[in-house]
């Protein structure tokens, strides 16, 4: 099955949202988020997620403001998510707070570590969300997130965003009572892009929504995802399990 066809299987059969921890969307702001995706050395994964808990020491420390969610991927991959405000301007005070952590007493190279890491801007699109009122999982129950990208052709963006907010009206219809959330790429080598995070307790969880939400939405709701696909250029899908032990939840 090529990469199309697997975001079309997933897209056409159930409609959710993601959490694990994360501030949940507000149905009428817009949030900033900075991702971070780490790609670390074979075998070093005691070594960086050392690192990453003495960071989360220090963010503690500094009495940091800004909350980050992190989710793991099988390949070596570790995805971070920092939550900003409204203001895309709060970027500044999280380097501000950032950069006055205290320093670790117990310090970690990073050298031979970290492969690479790739950074974006993402903010959040609530308008083109599902968010029920009763959602049918809890944060705290998260324990996998599914992540689809959806990269439009050259000026097809807004009509990608017009059908999405036609999938989110339709979902509502049929009483779906699971999240989705979306967002777009605003800086970012990809751009223009945006990300529908799924989720499930387990990736179980996740299978066996899909199914029953499939079935629920029907042909209306493949052929919304039929037009969808035709104006992209490209898609993408990836695994995640949540990692709330790396995460950071201010006090404040």
Known sequence: MDKKSVVKFVLGACVIGWGSGVNTQDAEAQQFQILEEISIAPGTTEEF???SKNRTARMVAGNVTFGRLVRERNDNVYRFVTFLDEDFSSVAEW?????????SSTPVSAAGIIDHIDRSVWQTRPDLSHLPDASRLQNAEIGF????????????????????RSISALTARHGINSRRLVSELVIGSEAPAFSLRFLGRDQEDFNVTRARDGETMGAEFRALVNQLLRLC???????????PDLGYQPSN
């Not at 689809?148 to 059908?163: H, N």
């Not at 250029?233 to 990692?243: D, K, L, M, P, V």
């Open 145 to 164: 997130v599914y992540d689809i990208r959806l990269y439009p052709k050259f000026g097809a963006a807004e009509e990608v965003a017009e059908l999405l």
């Open 49 to 51: 997620e050392t690192a």
């Open 233 to 243: 250029r490209n898609s993408g899908q990836e695994g995640y399990t949540a990692r």
């Open 95 to 103: 380097r501000e707070q950032i950069a006055a952590m205290p320093a």
